[in-house]
């Protein structure tokens, strides 16, 4: 596990250095949270940003406006419906439907 560690740590090294490939490493935050969320919510977040960059491509101007309102209204929406649906299926437990 160690050496594993290791050369990913020079990988990561390697890449911030001013090269034409810095700009395709993926931030530790990035890394990170790849490991710790469900796969549906990293899915969600590719998706999300792969919309986010197409947009910014074809109108700066509303992308600047509207982005974070929008994604943030979406997470937003997903935790709820994830919860309401969790609320739901401990009430239909309880009741043992």
């Given at each position: 596990?160690?050496?594993?560690?290791?050369?990913?740590?020079?990988?990561?090294?390697?890449?911030?250095r001013?090269?034409?490939?810095?700009?395709?490493?993926?931030?530790?935050?990035?890394?990170?949270?790849?490991?710790?969320?469900?796969?549906?919510?990293?899915?969600?977040?590719?998706?999300?940003?792969l919309?986010?960059?197409?947009?910014?491509?074809?109108?700066r101007?509303?992308?600047?406006?509207?982005?974070?309102?929008?994604?943030?209204?979406?997470?937003?929406?997903?935790?709820?419906?994830?919860?309401?649906?969790?609320?739901?299926?401990?009430?239909?437990?309880?009741?043992?439907?």
């Amino acid at each position: 596990m160690r050496r594993v560690s290791r050369a990913v740590r020079v990988v990561f090294w390697s890449g911030r250095r001013k090269t034409r490939s810095r700009r395709w490493m993926p931030s530790a935050m990035g890394l990170g949270l790849g490991w710790v969320v469900f796969l549906s919510n990293a899915l969600a977040f590719t998706i999300g940003a792969l919309i986010a960059s197409l947009w910014s491509r074809i109108d700066r101007r509303t992308h600047d406006s509207y982005n974070i309102p929008i994604a943030s209204g979406l997470v937003a929406g997903e935790s709820m419906i994830k919860a309401f649906i969790a609320m739901a299926a401990t009430a239909l437990g309880l009741l043992n439907l």
